[in-house]
T-cell receptor, first 116, second 113 residues
Framework: AQKITQTQPGMFVQEKEAVTLDCTYDTSDQSYGLFWYKQPSSGEMIFLIYQGSYDEQNATEGRYSLNFQKARKSANLVISASQLGDSAMYFCAMREGSDTGNQFYFGTGTSLTVIP | DSGVTQTPKHLITATGQRVTLRCSPRSGDLSVYWYQQSLDQGLQFLIQYYNGEERAKGNILERFSAQQFPDLHSELNLSSLELGDSALYFC????????????FGEGSRLTVL
């Protein structure tokens, strides 16, 4: 089974509108972390936001928020007030801990295009 | 700046050749991960090292090998290169404990001609 599933290969959003990028995950661990990364056309991987499995509040970082629904195992990224510079590939990821280190799993990504 | 350093940033070579990609993790990070990203593909996990020891293997070809040195820097060796090995190779590091995110280097873009 896939650890991380991103079902939206591509998304379009009007500038200044909000957009939700979907992510579901699969784990039997009690302690895990969920992340979103942005990859612009230049190629670098930029960390956006983190949600710990024990965090009761949804994480927020500026215009980014993570809609964490633990029972549904979903960790959707919400980008508010979209900007042209938000056009990029977005990857959802999960960290599972172990005694020897962390294992990270990535989804296949969602390509977001912001339309002027 | 993530604190993870990868060299070289760009590399062009011919089929059949061998290259080495180098990664210096963030200060204090014990885990190093290597990922391959081919054109229009997601990140394919290759291999993970923790404090000098191999801990997990993903879809890494037998032509590829890696190691992590005592100073925690890591090298990914790619040999008998094929056209399909052209990709962006990322190194990332993490603390190795139960918190924290993965910090990525800027990647090494390999082109095999």
């Amino acid at each position: 089974a896939q650890k991380i599933t991103q079902t939206q290969p591509g998304m379009f959003v009007q500038e200044k509108e909000a957009v939700t990028l979907d992510c579901t995950y699969d784990t039997s661990d009690q302690s895990y972390g969920l992340f979103w990364y942005k990859q612009p056309s230049s190629g670098e991987m930029i960390f956006l936001i983190y949600q710990g499995s024990y965090d009761e509040q949804n994480a927020t970082e500026g215009r980014y928020s993570l809609n964490f629904q633990k029972a549904r195992k979903s960790a959707n990224l919400v980008i508010s007030a979209s900007q042209l510079g938000d056009s990029a590939m977005y990857f959802c990821a999960m960290r599972e801990g172990s005694d020897t280190g962390n294992q990270f799993y990535f989804g296949t990504g969602t390509s977001l295009t912001v339309i002027p | 700046d993530s604190g993870v350093t990868q060299t070289p940033k760009h590399l062009i070579t011919a089929t059949g050749q061998r290259v080495t990609l180098r990664c210096s993790p963030r200060s204090g990070d014990l885990s190093v991960y290597w990922y391959q990203q081919s054109l229009d593909q997601g990140l394919q996990f290759l291999i993970q090292y923790y404090n000098g020891e191999e801990r997990a293997k993903g879809n890494i070809l037998e032509r590829f090998s890696a190691q992590q040195f005592p100073d925690l820097h890591s090298e990914l060796n790619l040999s008998s290169l094929e056209l399909g090995d052209s990709a962006l190779y990322f190194c990332a590091s993490s603390r190795g404990h139960d918190t924290g995110e993965l910090f990525f280097g800027e990647g090494s873009r390999l082109t095999v001609l």
